[in-house]
Every structure is written in structure tokens, then in C-alpha cells.
């Protein structure tokens, strides 16, 4: 009796102990599933049809990405009471929890047919993106700027986004925010707050951020200085990427100089003019303007950003190209750009393209 009640023992330990073990990693895997799919923002549309399920919607949100595992968001559904979802087109996040997920599903005024479109362009200034998004919310244009500049808010986001640092609280900076407003085109519904757009903003600059944090870090430029950099690239360049890396170096080259940038966007911004229908030539003609912007006036760098640059323009500021030129002019009808030197083969350049 002993020798069988010992065996028995050591049997039921054994089934104990895979219980437990089969137990903890069904637990792990619920617990794993339940997380976000994505760190960082990645949104995506999806849909749902008048003949979906619950059972078929949560598949459907697996095979799309939107969550680590259909059953166990089946049953989170289930527990949190999330199960009226209305079918149309919705905006979802791979970063996004289970409850924001279907919370969103459920709610009728989230679909796409209540959404719309904002489109931020690579070069855009601030100013103008909150114009484009007062157009079609209920947020003012004056309270997205006015929150751009609160530095009590904005220092509570810090620690979120990486690439926001002291130096945006220099008391020369037009608006803290401008140069980190991510080019991309948005889906808003008229109810979203000032704070939900900009962290939608910010979150697109950070998946931007994290592309080119390895190259930031090996820049002998801080970050600031990059995106400034890249923001006064994006401003001069005609969207060729080998012509950005040039006008880059030409910058670099300066810098390194000890020269002046004299880059007329730099005095474009300085003045503030209307981009729409002001006179660009007013750029050309104000080299005395008074504006810590001004690189004419002054040597290095403006003290921040003066456009909301694209991820190409921070390539190649992170990525320029190794030349000796000093000088660059572009021909306005043809878009053309050329690139000098010295200070003789660039005014040769002017006297070749007299209509620039």
C-alpha cells in the first residue's frame, strides 16, 4: 500500500504541477493579448458591415493587426458590455487598448461618415494647421496656437515625446510647437478637443522620430537643431531628395564656416507674411529685418523650427550629401537649382537665370 499510495503521490504532483504550468501560460497569453498591438501610433480604417458579428468583427480585428488575439478581445467585448457595434468605417489605432478599441466601434459617431479629412502639407506652418483644423471642428484656430505655446502642458507631454526638449522654451520662439506638427493626412470628428489633435500630431511626429533616433543621436547638431535644420531644407527645396541633401551641405558647410545661412525663408518667416497670396519677393528684399529668424542678421541657426518639416527633409539634414558648395539659387519658373563654390560661380548663376 505504501508503494502505490507513494506512486499516486507523486502522480497527482506531477498533474499539479502541469496544471499550474498550462494555468500560468494561459494566463500570460490573456494578459499578453489584452496589450496594444503597437508602441506607437499606427492608424488604419476599418469596417464594419450590417451582417457582422461580434465573433466575426473580433477575427477580422486579428487579421487586420488592430489586436494581438480575436478570442480574447471576443470575450473582453463580452465582460465590458462593448457588444452594440455599428457598422460603418472607423479610424483605429494599432496603439490603442481593447476598451478605446471597442468603445470607438460602439460609438456611431466615430464612424468615417462624421469624420474628416485634414491634410497637413511638408512645409506647413502652425499657424496655418490650426486654421485647417478650425475649419472643421469646434477648436479655434487661437486655442490650438494658444496650447502650442503652453509650457506647462507641453512639459507634461515630455516624457512622452522624446524629441521635445528645454531648448523650445527659448523665449525667441514664435510658437514651441512648430517644427513637431507631423505632415500627414488626418481623420477628425467636429467634437475632438485641442489637447486629442495635437497628441494625434505629436504621436505621427514621434513614429517619424523613432525612424531617424539612431542618426539624432550620432548628429554633431542636438535635435532642435536638426529639425530647424531640416525645417529651413524643407522651405528651400523643390521636394527632390538629392537636391535637399545638396542644399543641406551647402547649410553644413556654412555652419561650419562660420558663415551667415542667408536663407531668405528664414526672413519669409521673420515677416510673417501671408504664404497664399503675399509677395514672396518681400523674402528677398528684407535682409536687414529685425527677427532673431533673420539668418542674414544673424550666424547659426534660427531658434527653432520655421515650418513643419517632412521625414525626407530630416533625412537629409541626418543624411547630406559631401560636396564644397556654399551657394544655391533656384529658377523660380523651372524649379531648378543650382548650386555654386563660390561666390563668382554664384552670381554667374543669378546672371544666367536673371528670372529668379
Not at 10 to 27: D, E, K, Q, Y
Not at 210 to 226: C, Q
Not at 302 to 317: F, H, K, M, T, Y
Request: proline fraction near 3%; charge should be negative; hydrophobic fraction near 40%.
Amino acid at each position: 500500500m505504501k508503494k502505490r499510495k507513494s506512486w499516486f503521490t507523486r502522480l497527482l504532483a506531477v498533474i499539479l504541477v502541469i496544471l499550474i504550468g498550462v494555468t500560468g501560460l494561459v494566463g500570460w497569453h490573456i494578459s499578453d493579448a489584452l496589450k496594444p498591438v503597437s508602441a506607437t501610433s499606427e492608424e488604419g480604417m476599418f469596417t464594419i458591415d450590417a451582417s457582422s458579428t461580434l465573433d466575426s468583427v473580433c477575427d477580422k480585428l486579428a487579421e487586420e493587426g488592430f489586436v494581438l488575439d480575436g478570442d480574447v478581445a471576443y470575450y473582453y467585448a463580452k465582460y465590458k458590455h462593448l457588444t452594440n457595434l455599428v457598422a460603418g468605417t472607423f479610424l483605429l489605432d494599432k496603439s490603442w487598448s481593447l476598451d478605446q478599441i471597442f468603445t470607438t466601434l460602439n460609438d456611431a459617431s466615430a464612424s468615417s461618415a462624421n469624420l474628416s479629412n485634414v491634410t497637413i502639407i511638408e512645409g506647413d506652418w502652425a499657424k496655418d494647421i490650426a486654421a485647417r483644423f478650425a475649419e472643421v471642428t469646434n477648436v479655434k484656430a487661437d486655442d490650438l496656437l494658444a496650447l502650442w505655446n503652453d509650457e506647462n502642458w507641453i512639459r507634461s507631454q515630455m516624457s512622452t515625446y522624446p524629441f521635445l526638449t528645454e531648448d523650445i522654451f527659448n523665449s525667441d520662439i514664435r510658437i514651441k510647437l512648430e517644427g513637431f506638427l507631423a505632415p500627414q493626412t488626418y481623420k477628425v470628428p467636429a467634437d475632438i478637443s485641442a489637447e486629442e489633435i495635437t497628441k494625434m500630431l505629436l504621436d505621427q511626429s514621434l513614429v517619424v522620430y523613432n525612424k531617424y533616433a539612431a542618426d539624432m543621436k550620432n548628429s554633431s547638431l542636438s535635435v532642435h537643431e536638426i529639425y530647424t535644420l531640416a525645417s529651413i531644407v524643407q522651405y528651400e527645396s523643390s521636394g527632390n531628395a538629392e537636391v535637399s541633401k545638396n542644399i543641406a551641405s551647402v547649410f553644413y558647410n556654412r555652419l561650419n564656416s562660420d558663415m551667415a545661412l542667408q536663407s531668405s525663408v528664414t526672413v519669409c518667416y521673420a515677416l510673417d507674411f501671408d504664404r497664399q497670396s503675399g509677395n514672396w519677393q518681400a523674402c528677398e528684399y528684407n535682409p536687414d529685418f529685425d527677427s532673431p529668424y533673420n539668418t542674414y542678421a544673424h550666424t547659426g541657426l534660427p531658434p527653432g523650427p520655421i515650418n513643419n518639416p517632412s521625414g525626407e527633409a530630416l533625412d537629409a539634414v541626418l543624411h547630406p550629401n559631401d560636396t564644397d558648395y556654399y551657394y544655391f539659387m533656384a529658377d523660380i519658373k523651372t524649379k531648378q537649382v543650382y548650386f555654386a563654390e563660390t561666390l563668382a560661380e554664384h552670381e554667374q548663376n543669378i546672371a544666367d537665370h536673371p528670372n529668379t
